[in-house]
């Protein structure tokens, strides 16, 4: 007799309720990805240092033109939710008070790896481009560059732009947005 060995994807449903029974707390960093549910490390000071400054900086370039998020879960279908480090999202009333934002709702992305760059490329970002999140900055700050892709089709980017350090990026989907690599990789020019 054959055992057979089912996987149990988990919908964005069953993620809440488990966190409801208590399996993980609040203060855990925890993502749904492709109906798994995977713990993150924490995070170092150089990761933490950069989403600060993205995010008061990226407020501080919009003028409340948008709404700013950092580390907030973004649903991207009932598979998928997950936390990018900066959300640049469209203004609405009531704050996302009643529902998370969703892919139709961000204008801009960013995700900021470390350890996670494998995660960031290789898992979320087809997820974010088969969702139409129409751009994501991805920071690798081993590597030292920021990716940015632009134009999702068919679970891909059409767009994608490697820049380096003393190179600036400028995002494609918000007017206002224009950022030195050496600042967002923390390195003196």
Not at 49 to 76: D, T, W, Y
Not at 128 to 150: K, R
Request: hydrophobic content about 35%; glycine content about 4%; aromatic content about 8%.
């Amino acid at each position: 007799m054959t055992e057979t060995i089912t996987r149990k994807r988990f919908t964005v449903d069953d993620y809440y309720k488990l966190a409801e029974i208590g399996v993980w707390s609040e203060d855990d960093h925890v993502e749904l990805i492709d109906g798994e549910i995977f713990e993150m490390g924490p995070m170092s000071c150089k990761h933490a240092r950069c989403v600060l400054f993205l995010n008061e900086i990226v407020n501080e370039m919009l003028h409340h033109k948008a709404r700013i998020g950092s580390q907030l879960p973004v649903r991207l279908n009932n598979y998928y939710e997950l936390e990018p480090d900066i959300l640049v999202l469209t203004p609405k009333k009531d704050h996302y008070h009643y529902s998370p934002p969703t892919a139709e709702d961000v204008y801009l992305l960013i995700e900021v790896s470390l350890s996670s760059i494998n995660i960031d490329l290789k898992s979320k970002l087809p997820q974010y481009a088969e969702s139409g999140v129409p751009e994501v900055w991805v920071v690798d700050l081993e590597n030292e560059v920021v990716h940015q892709f632009t134009e999702p089709l068919g679970g891909e980017y059409q767009n994608h732009i490697i820049h380096q350090k003393n190179e600036s990026i400028q995002a494609q989907q918000i007017e206002g947005v224009v950022l030195s690599v050496n600042d967002i990789l923390g390195i003196e020019s």
